[in-house]
């Protein structure tokens, strides 16, 4: 069974089986994506993370399959329904739909007309009527008791038996679904007694579109309306199309083509129809989600990989208007120096204070940047700090705040600072965010970093699951710093999670930084499986051996040893002298388990040892005299942040409050298809304002021509 999983995953994934199995195998045994892409390139012919994630996906719902599929058989059996035929087509079904489809006739259902009918002793005439001969007479059928109390009863029960067969019976079904899925059209239309109600919804009043061709966030659109009684929805092909499919497998009898006819009408509104429409509706919801879930995960990676500033002494500001901004004070590594409470927005005295402050506190930290939350006042309050007169080598920048707050009321927030304001515990968050982007986020919920596209509407399991993949992907690139870390970024590591990430702190705060990643089987709990998992994942930035500053595994030091040593140098010559690297020969090293994507991957590590993959912080500025709305004028020029991005176009920063759309056809000058082709979160562009709408405060951008 496992062969054929792996030939199935592999011809969808146009890869070969054995990269597959090897894949397999690698999961059975407890290995991680990001270790097997990193360190197991040899074994599955350099599968990367999303080929990985893919093939687990795959093979997760192969095994789903046969799982139901056995349950399907036990149940048959259970009930002595299981003939040879039966048992083949059960078998041979490829697909859960499938499947469904061959076992729905049998599945136990409710008292169904049929049913009734069958009771009433009425099957011989259906059956008569499909085949076209009637061995009896119709007023044979009527019974003593009232069941079938005329001829037009008997006939009409014959039909329902005959509407549930056409219903169930598989090559209809699969033809009708056909149809449903290339042809159906969603109709939308208002809920009259909503209709003053529902004025989110009102450009969906009354709404035409094919299915296949609708965008997943007008699908999303669709159904939060329909769910909030503003919409009612059908999406069904033309009618005609289908009883003519059906007809054509079924009205083959000209004797009884009345009743048949009316059977097949009757089977299709009443009983298929409603099905494939569910059915289709599942596979519209399923498929809209998915779309919605890779945008927001896409998103999430652009911000976690975000550049940091790096150990930067760092002032913070949580701005407000009648509270004052919330000042933190931070040392290079995130720990909180001083706090207090400025007021730059409330009238001059007020705000002579403020800078007064402002200044004493730079230069009794050595404050080297300021972060500034983008949220109320934020400009303003950037602008106040700009005019401090502060030394030309001290960044300002503004710091999206989005779940900001979701952190400082949180449980790891409280564990941190349990004495603090919770507004004082946001500014942290602001200051920290600016010297790491990564570090602080993986402290809240991916979904309340305000960068996705229906992400309350989609399944909120399949969205966790894709953003915890994505934070994990993104801690293992970067790597993380052993004696520093957070126990929320220690649990991201391949093969730690959140029970061990808490005994690494423990022990840490315990017995001091480790010194060796040798030291890590000291943690309890901390295993040699997890160990290997993890280890080449960790910085020692100080440690006893250079190596364990850089992505280099463990298992893999014997290796690089031997090659200084074949060089008759050190390992530190190794990793500081390029003339020595290029002199060695990889032919040399390779073996069964080693091969050349390891010693490549070995040799550039070596050459930058703990290399950051982000890009390098560059600080960025909104233009001058333009912090509200109300500043803005059609065809002005501004610089902007890429905020989201979505499948209908992308959102901007440009300073007021307020994000403007840059619609889809507004991202380029030519054709596309996908915006994150053209963008992506927190990218720096160049925008015209197309126009401002000061009653709905909306903004409209333009990339086109700038």
Excluded at 203 to 224: G, M, N, T
Excluded at 287 to 304: G, W
Excluded at 455 to 465: K, P, W, Y
């Amino acid at each position: 069974m496992h062969d054929t999983f792996y030939a199935r995953t592999a011809q969808h994934l146009a890869i070969s089986a054995t990269q597959v199995a090897a894949a397999a195998t690698l999961f059975d045994a407890g290995a991680t994506v990001p270790f097997i892409a990193r360190y197991r390139k040899e074994m599955t012919g350099s599968l990367d993370e999303i080929q990985l994630l893919a093939i687990r996906d795959s093979l997760a719902r192969q095994a789903e399959l046969e799982k139901r599929r056995s349950a399907i058989i036990a149940s048959l059996q259970e009930r002595t329904l299981l003939t040879d035929d039966l048992l083949a087509a059960v078998k041979a079904a490829e697909t859960m739909t499938i499947l469904e489809d061959v076992y729905l006739p049998w599945r136990p259902k409710r008292r169904t007309r049929a049913a009734i009918a069958r009771e009433r002793g009425l099957e011989p005439l259906a059956e008569s009527l499909l085949r076209g001969t009637q061995s009896r007479s119709l007023s044979s059928y009527i019974t003593a008791d009232g069941a079938v109390p005329s001829t037009e009863q008997a006939l009409a029960g014959a039909r329902d038996i005959i509407a549930e067969r056409i219903s169930e019976d598989v090559l209809s079904r699969r033809d009708v679904r056909t149809l449903f899925r290339s042809t159906a059209v969603i109709h939308a239309r208002a809920v009259e007694k909503n209709r003053d109600n529902s004025a989110t919804y009102r450009d969906y009043f009354d709404w035409r579109e094919p299915v296949r061709k609708i965008a997943s966030h007008r699908l999303h659109a669709l159904f939060r309306g329909e769910q909030e009684k503003a919409l009612t929805l059908t999406i069904r092909p033309e009618e005609k199309a289908a009883l003519k499919i059906l007809q054509r497998r079924w009205l083959k009898n000209p004797a009884h083509h009345n009743q048949l006819l009316a059977a097949i009408e009757d089977g299709y509104r009443r009983l298929l129809a409603p099905s494939l429409e569910t059915e289709l509706r599942r596979e519209l919801k399923e498929r809209a989600d998915t779309e919605a879930i890779a945008v927001f995960a896409a998103n999430v990676r652009e911000l976690l990989l975000a550049p940091p500033l790096g150990q930067k002494r760092v002032m913070a500001l949580d701005p407000g208007y009648r509270t004052g901004a919330k000042l933190v004070c931070l040392d290079s590594q995130g720990a909180l120096l001083e706090h207090t409470t400025i007021y730059p927005t409330q009238g001059e005295k007020q705000r002579l204070a403020a800078a007064h402050t402002v200044e004493k506190l730079v230069h009794k930290h050595g404050i080297e940047a300021v972060a500034v939350g983008s949220g109320t006042a934020g400009r303003e309050t950037e602008s106040f700090v700009r005019e401090c007169g502060l030394e030309k080598h001290i960044v300002v920048t503004l710091v999206n705040e989005d779940g900001a707050s979701v952190y400082s009321a949180s449980a790891t927030a409280r564990r941190e600072f349990p004495d603090l304001d919770v507004t004082v515990r946001g500014a942290i968050s602001i200051g920290r965010r600016l010297q790491d982007p990564l570090a602080e986020l993986v402290k809240i919920d991916p979904k309340s970093i305000g960068v996705g596209q229906y992400q309350h509407d989609v399944n909120q399991s399949a969205l966790a699951e894709a953003l915890e993949a994505v934070v994990t992907s993104c801690v293992n690139n970067v790597g993380v710093e052993l004696n520093t870390a957070s126990s929320e970024l220690l649990s991201f590591v391949s093969g730690i999670g959140p029970a061990l990430a808490a005994n690494i702190v423990a022990r840490r705060l315990e017995n001091g930084p480790f010194r060796s990643r040798r030291d890590l089987l000291g943690v309890p709990r901390l295993g040699a499986k997890a160990f290997e998992q993890a280890a080449g994942f960790l910085r020692i930035s100080d440690g006893t051996h250079p190596l364990d500053a850089s992505a280099v595994h463990p298992e893999r030091y014997q290796l690089v040893e031997q090659m200084a040593a074949d060089l008759g140098v050190g390992v530190k010559d190794l990793m500081t002298s390029n003339s020595l690297r290029q002199s060695i020969d990889l032919s040399r090293y390779r073996s069964d388990s080693v091969g050349e994507p390891t010693l490549v991957d070995i040799l550039a590590e070596l050459a930058k040892p703990g290399r950051d993959p982000r890009e390098s912080f560059t600080s960025f500025a909104f233009a001058e005299g333009i912090a509200k709305i109300e500043d803005l004028r059609p065809g002005m020029i501004l610089p902007g942040l890429i905020t989201n991005v979505t499948s209908f176009g992308a959102f901007a920063d440009i300073g007021v409050h307020r994000d403007g759309l840059i619609h889809i056809s507004q991202l380029a000058d030519r054709f596309i298809s996908d915006p994150a082709d053209v963008v992506r979160v927190r990218q720096r562009v160049t925008v015209r304002v197309l126009d401002v709408d000061l009653e709905r405060k909306r903004i409209n951008l333009s990339l086109r021509g700038v």
